[in-house]
């Protein structure tokens, strides 16, 4: 089955980009989904399709994919921003639908 | 808006079975397809399967393949999940999720409690 490699934790100072990245065989032909998840709420959209963004979504949020890494960035990072970050393909070869284990975001 | 809106919290005893509901408004129920993706206490999220709300057709995790049936009302605009022969490891928040582009929107969760 595809797998999908995130870093446990990135840490960012305030005002800094916060880049989060998403390691999988060649996951540059795929489709990436980025989702936001602060501790007792359920997760949310914030980046679909590698780089767009749902309405709402901060444009400080923003997404890139090719390769072998699809990576989020998060500019001029809030305090707001503290939280896990998943990413999310589907993989057609399984026709299934596959999350990263993802990174817990700390703003020092 | 779209909403989505989950049955309560359970508590079910080990081999047991629960069925999680999810009443969706505020779209047309057959537009999007319904995931259900689970997340144990301080886990990564993982997915358990996908429903084609307008024909009813479904695929399935193989994580939970024979174990996991979702299936709709469409007549109810609600979906539902039911998970057999529970086990402790089971014990985590159920999330249904309205796929558009992604997971575009989420449920609020509902709790089960695997316990003897």
Known sequence: SYELTQPPSVSVAPGKTARITCGGNDIGS???HWYQQKPGQAPMLVIYYDNDRPSGIPERFSGSNSGNTAT???SRVE?????????????????????????????? | QVLLVQSG?????????VKVSCKASGYSFTSYAINWVRQAPGQRLEWMGWLNVFNGNTKYSQNFQGRVTITRDTSASTA????????????????CAAEGNAFDHWGQGTLVTVSS
């Open chain 1, 30 to 32: 795929k489709s990436v």
């Open chain 1, 72 to 74: 989020l960035s998060i």
């Open chain 1, 79 to 108: 305090a707001g921003d503290e939280a896990d970050y998943y990413c999310q393909v589907w993989d057609s070869a399984s026709d299934h639908r596959v999350f990263g284990a993802g990174t817990k975001l700390t703003v020092l």
């Open chain 2, 9 to 17: 919290a359970e508590v079910k005893k080990p081999g047991a079975s």
């Open chain 2, 80 to 95: 539902y999940m039911e998970l057999s022969s529970l086990r402790s490891e089971d014990t985590a928040v159920y999330y």
